[in-house]
């Protein structure tokens, strides 16, 4: 048996929340540009005083122009962090965790390489996560936008000094917006999201560096012990669990902030008369 390698002698969780903590800082830094240049420009509205312009004067034309030059260095920012999350940081994320499951089952790391079948899960991963992102970014374009249009309304209408507090309210760009319609704060969207798809792509390679690199269909699972399989509240609890390699690719997370962990079952080879969700 190869004593396995521990890099850094730091656990996998831990090496995540490397990745984790850097993209998050990256996203937050980015965003940061639009909520300055959006209190930049609700301050030079306030100092404008009612009935001295028409919408075209020289200080709203700055401000104005101050503000879409801010839009432009956010698009970059967070393009660029969205194409280095995609391109390069997820693929080290899936390294990571096929090295992981090759500690725990006591295999050199020099075992994992990349082969199409890994090429083509980590391709996979990144195009979808890298729409979602690229898809937030524009929604965040167009939202800041939407604010700029209602600002500039408000500076040429009113009669008497506009609400800035009221137009911050209406159009909160430190925020994003869910499915549902709920407005969450950019970090704690960043931090759930940037979780969720780093786990997910660690336990993705995990579960077919299972079966292709070791030649096991079962891994065991580690999670929080009210973690249900396929969501939180799942009655179907996924800690101490056996599960099909198949099952861990479905699932490989079950929510965001997720703890989910896969180890490697090589004592079952060749079992059959498991049943996948069996409790150890």
């Given at each position: 048996m190869t004593t396995p390698v521990r890099r850094r002698g730091r656990t996998l969780r831990q090496r995540l929340l490397t990745y984790i903590t850097d993209a998050v800082d990256r996203l937050r830094s980015a965003w940061s540009i639009l909520t300055l240049a959006q209190t930049r420009l609700l301050n030079a509205l306030a100092r404008i005083r009612p009935g001295r312009t028409s919408g075209g004067g020289r200080a709203l034309r700055a401000a104005i122009a101050a503000f879409n030059t801010s839009l432009g260095a956010f698009a970059r920012a967070?393009?660029?962090?969205?194409?280095?999350?995609?391109?390069?940081?997820?693929?080290?994320?899936?390294?990571?965790?096929?090295?992981?499951?090759?500690?725990?089952?006591?295999?050199?790391?020099?075992?994992?390489?990349?082969?199409?079948?890994?090429?083509?899960?980590?391709?996979?991963a990144s195009a979808q996560y890298y729409a979602d992102l690229t898809g937030r970014i524009t929604e965040a374009l167009r939202r800041a936008r939407a604010f700029l249009r209602a600002a500039q309304e408000a500076a040429r209408s009113s009669a008497a000094r506009f609400d800035v507090t009221q137009l911050r309210r209406d159009h909160p760009l430190d925020t994003v917006i869910y499915a549902n319609n709920s407005r969450h704060p950019v970090e704690s969207w960043a931090r759930s999201s940037i979780t969720w798809q780093a786990v997910t792509t660690a336990n993705t390679a995990a579960a077919r560096t299972a079966l292709d690199e070791l030649g096991t269909e079962w891994v065991e699972v580690r999670d929080g012990p009210d973690c249900g399989w396929t969501a939180h509240d799942d009655p179907d609890r996924a800690n101490r669990t056996l599960r099909t390699v198949q099952d861990a690719l479905a699932h490989p997370s079950a929510h965001p902030n997720c703890q989910r962990e896969l180890l490697p079952r090589l004592d079952l080879i060749g079992r059959t008369e498991i049943r996948t969700g069996a409790p150890l």
């Open positions: 967070a393009g660029a962090f969205a194409e280095r999350w995609a391109s390069s940081d997820l693929p080290l994320i899936y390294r990571e965790g096929a090295w992981q499951l090759l500690e725990n089952a006591d295999r050199p790391t020099s075992r994992f390489g990349w082969t199409d079948r890994h090429r083509a899960a980590v391709t996979a």
